[in-house]
């Protein structure tokens, strides 16, 4: 499987940016999806996910109601709507993937099967 990350770009302060994450498979067939970030000298992080087989998604505290995550299985796509972006949301997105549910414990850690190439979200002041 093959995910493609687009989206990215510069954005102001308070504006708003949607991703996109093709993937090269069926989307159904993908349990759970997920967008995690990494700014320039720091480790990746956890973003949000969505789990399709219970229908409920989950956000880092640092973007929660400010973010959104969906997908949309006819396009084999997942999103991240990003609303009321500050600096500290400039990264490089990744999108990732994994073909079983992943345990509430695992959610937001790195034990994904796939991931994308990253885009590069910069939020200028």
């Known amino acids: 499987v093959q995910l493609q990350a687009s989206g990215g770009g510069l954005v102001q302060v308070g504006g708003s940016l949607r991703l996109s994450c093709v993937a090269s498979?069926?989307?159904?067939?993908?349990?759970?999806m997920a967008w995690f970030r990494q700014a320039a000298g720091k480790e990746r992080e956890f973003v949000a996910a969505i789990d399709r087989s219970i229908g409920r998604s989950y956000y880092a505290d640092s973007v929660k109601d400010r973010f959104t995550i969906s997908r949309d299985k006819t396009k084999n796509t997942l999103y991240l709507q990003m609303n009321s972006v500050s600096p500290e949301d400039t990264a490089v997105y990744y999108c990732?993937?994994?073909?079983?549910?992943?345990?509430?414990?695992?959610?937001?850690?790195?034990?994904?099967?796939?991931w994308g190439q990253g885009t590069l979200v910069t939020v200028s002041s």
């Open positions: 990732a993937a994994n073909v079983n549910r992943l345990a509430l414990s695992a959610v937001r850690g790195p034990r994904y099967d796939y």
């Open positions: 498979a069926l989307t159904y067939s993908l349990n759970t």
